[in-house]
């Protein structure tokens, strides 16, 4: 069973900063890529970022890059998503996610229950 369970949202100010949580059942971590995808009101979900399960390899969609980090913490099995510089259009719940695979790309299979984030002054 998948076991997924994000935390740390909340409200942040234009510029600021949020680091979310995911925890993650152990087998899930050693098998499994994990990736962040959001949904903002009224738009489809679209991937944020991806870590995979063997290498720590890392993929970021476009807005991203260069302000959002995806690490993991395997004695904690963690995977966080430090959010730097954030704007308004990072508004959105945030989900923890994870596909049938150890490798990024595919679509996701077992998903959070959802973070929401709020960038707002």
Known sequence: QVQL???GGGLARPGGSLTLSCEVFKHTMDYYAIGWV???PGKE???VACITAKNDHTFYEDSAKGRFTISRDKTKNTVYLQM???KPED???YYCAAPESSYCGWDYDHWGQGTQVTVSS
């Open 45 to 47: 979900r679209e991937g």
């Open 84 to 86: 730097n510089s954030l």
């Open 91 to 93: 508004t959105a719940i």
């Open 38 to 40: 959001r949904q903002a």
């Open 5 to 7: 369970a994000e935390s």
